[in-house]
């Protein structure tokens, strides 16, 4: 998939994705926004994911590879954003 939308993302909402650079981590997609319509038709409206992952490995701002048996996989910038006892949540924004 190379145009990602929110629509591709929110049906999957609490479903795992497996990161294919450490195959023992599995991110949950804890919260798909949308921020508007884009009135530009050659744009997509702009959204962010949120995923929670565990807290070891964390994982720096960068391009990791995102695994899910119904959509595939998907190559998606992340930035940590919280990380607590229980994990680390990272944000993908899309514009």
Do not use: K
């Amino acid at each position: 998939m190379s145009d990602y939308t929110l629509a591709h993302f929110a049906p999957y909402i609490g479903d795992g994705f497996d990161v294919a650079e450490a195959p023992e981590a599995c991110w949950v997609l804890s919260e798909a926004t949308g921020y508007g319509q884009v009135t530009d038709p050659a744009r997509h409206d702009a959204f962010s994911l949120l995923f929670r992952g565990a807290p070891d490995p964390v994982f720096a701002q960068q391009t990791v590879t995102l695994v899910h048996p119904a959509i595939g996989e998907q190559a998606i910038f992340v930035t940590p954003i919280a990380q607590d006892a229980e994990g680390v949540t990272y944000q993908a924004v899309f514009n």
